[in-house]
């Protein structure tokens, strides 16, 4: 069975970091891209960053622009994502995502995604 579990989220006060994992099973996670979406209450689904097949990351919120780094440990089958400085508004629920070699911010380019991790900051 194809599955994606993210883990790592929690709560942190604002300026903190957190680690989330998304972990593969069923299936070789370095034979894809992988993308991190959030969604915060009420509103849609936005892409945060990706790494490519090849291991090139980008990240798409400029809001997280220099807070975050996507790596991707080919030999665990997991793609982390690490955010430091952390404010409240990026408080939401974050999901991993695959299927393309690429990266891509729409979510409908994506057949496979994780269950989500809850990252809430506040004091």
């Known amino acids: 069975q194809l599955q994606l579990v993210e883990s790592g989220g929690g709560l942190v006060q604002p300026g903190g970091s957190l680690r989330l994992s998304c972990v593969a099973s069923?299936?070789?996670?370095?034979?894809?891209?992988v993308a991190w979406f959030r969604q915060a209450p009420g509103k849609k689904r936005e892409a945060v960053s990706c790494?490519?097949?090849?291991?090139?990351?980008?990240t798409f919120a400029t809001s997280l622009k220099d807070r975050l780094t996507v790596s991707r440990d080919n030999g665990k089958n997991t793609v982390f994502l690490q955010m430091n400085s952390l404010i409240p508004e990026d408080t939401a629920v974050y999901y991993c995502?695959?299927?393309?070699?690429?990266?891509?911010?729409?979510?409908?380019?994506?057949?496979?995604w994780g269950q989500g991790t809850q990252v809430t900051v506040s004091s």
């Open positions: 790494v490519t097949k090849s291991g090139i990351a980008t």
């Open positions: 069923g299936f070789t996670l370095g034979n894809y891209g």
């Open positions: 995502a695959t299927g393309i070699e690429y990266c891509s911010t729409f979510v409908n380019q994506y057949d496979s």
